[in-house]
Nanobody, 115 residues
Framework: VQLQASGGGLVRPGGSLRLSCAASGSDFRINAMGWYRQAPGKQRDLVAVITVGGGTTYADSVKGRFTVSRVNAKNTVYLQMNSLEPEDTAVYYC??????????WGQGTLVTVSS
């Protein structure tokens, strides 16, 4: 399985960005896709994940601001990020696997929130 992410960039505080991730290939062990992020000097943490059935898991810090969605027919997952804060600055990694056990990672896309 290969994951191709896009959509990162520089945005001002309060702004919005949308990340996309398309998966190619298949693995019957995958039941979730989503996003983790890693800020400089910190570990990689879950941001938002959505299962095949539509169940979602969000980090507390992004609830109400970020929305994860997917189009199963396209094997594509999206992350709509609103009201971005400087603390959201990180490399965002697309993942596929189970919610807390990613099996595959995308290449990472940098999101920088700065004025």
């Amino acid at each position: 399985v290969q994951l191709q992410a896009s959509g990162g960039g520089l945005v001002r505080p309060g702004g919005s960005l949308r990340l996309s991730c398309a998966a190619s290939g298949s693995d019957f062990r995958i039941n979730a896709m989503g996003w983790y992020r890693q800020a400089p000097g910190k570990q990689r943490d879950l941001v938002a994940v959505i299962t095949v059935g539509g169940g979602t898991t969000y980090a507390d810090s992004v609830k109400g601001r970020f929305t994860v969605s997917r189009v199963n027919a396209k094997n594509t997952v999206y992350l709509q990020m609103n009201s971005l804060e400087p603390e959201d600055t990180a490399v965002y990694y697309c993942m596929a696997g189970t919610t807390w056990n990613p099996r595959y990672w995308g290449q990472g896309t940098l999101v920088t929130v700065s004025s």
